[in-house]
T-cell receptor, first 114, second 111 residues
Framework: ETGVTQSPTHLIKTRGQQVTLRCSSQSGHNTVSWYQQALGQGPQFIFQYYREEENGRGNFPPRFSGLQFPNYSSELNVNALELDDSALYLC?????????????FGAGSRLTVL | GQQVMQIPQYQHVQEGEDFTTYCNSSTTLSNIQWYKQRPGGHPVFLIQLVKSGEVKKQKRLTFQFGEAKKNSSLHITATQTTDVGTYFCAGPFFGNEKLTFGTGTRLTIIP
């Protein structure tokens, strides 16, 4: 059974640029959630995808968008990057239909915005 | 807004001492989960409690969910260096399935 994999692991961008982060969910999991974790803080919920549809969103602006594909993998896109977007972006998958909402996290993508 | 707070923010203990972190929610949670994040790592699921007043044990770790389902605690007996990390509680508020994470408690061990 493979876990959650994310790419890239690290990247550096400049203000105003756009970034795409990718996530492959754990085998058997049909729900993907994205979290932003700033240094020294807890993970903050960005949004969740289930069956390729957004299924809940946190307090993040529209320039944060996502996709889920038929194989349950997912992308997080951030446009017009700001300095405060520098953080660890965590993808987590779960099997919502099983009745449990336990998250399996990937290792994260660390984004630095200069 | 709905918030989940943890205290203390930091805890330094001598190896072998006990450790407790407390989790308090502004509103009722449908269940509570605990995650551990090692330095430089990602959160890893430890346990889920669902019932009011529930207590679960994992070796040296004891987890408790409050009667009102608004608070929880994690107690580690006789800490070891492998316990180092940040412990997060997380819970979905009733009517909202997304997990809201607490502010975390960072545990460091003095050998």
């Amino acid at each position: 059974e493979t876990g959650v994999t994310q790419s890239p692991t690290h990247l550096i961008k400049t203000r105003g640029q756009q970034v795409t982060l990718r996530c492959s969910s754990q085998s058997g999991h049909n729900t993907v959630s994205w979290y932003q974790q700033a240094l020294g803080q807890g993970p903050q919920f960005i949004f969740q995808y289930y069956r390729e549809e957004e299924n809940g969103r946190g307090n993040f602006p529209p320039r944060f968008s996502g996709l889920q594909f038929p194989n349950y993998s997912s992308e997080l896109n951030v446009n017009a990057l700001e300095l405060d977007d520098s953080a660890l972006y965590l993808c987590a998958s779960s099997a919502l239909l099983s009745g449990a909402n336990v998250l399996t996290f990937g290792a994260g993508s660390r984004l630095t915005v200069l | 807004g709905q918030q989940v707070m943890q205290i203390p923010q930091y805890q330094h203990v001598q190896e072998g001492e006990d450790f407790t972190t407390y989790c308090n929610s502004s509103t009722t949670l449908s269940n509570i989960q605990w995650y551990k994040q090692r330095p430089g790592g990602h959160p890893v699921f430890l346990i889920q409690l669902v019932k009011s007043g529930e207590v679960k044990k994992q070796k040296r770790l004891t987890f408790q969910f409050g009667e009102a389902k608004k608070n929880s605690s994690l107690h580690i007996t006789a800490t070891q260096t492998t316990d180092v990390g940040t412990y997060f509680c997380a819970g979905p508020f009733f009517g909202n399935e997304k997990l809201t994470f607490g502010t975390g408690t960072r545990l460091t061990i003095i050998p």
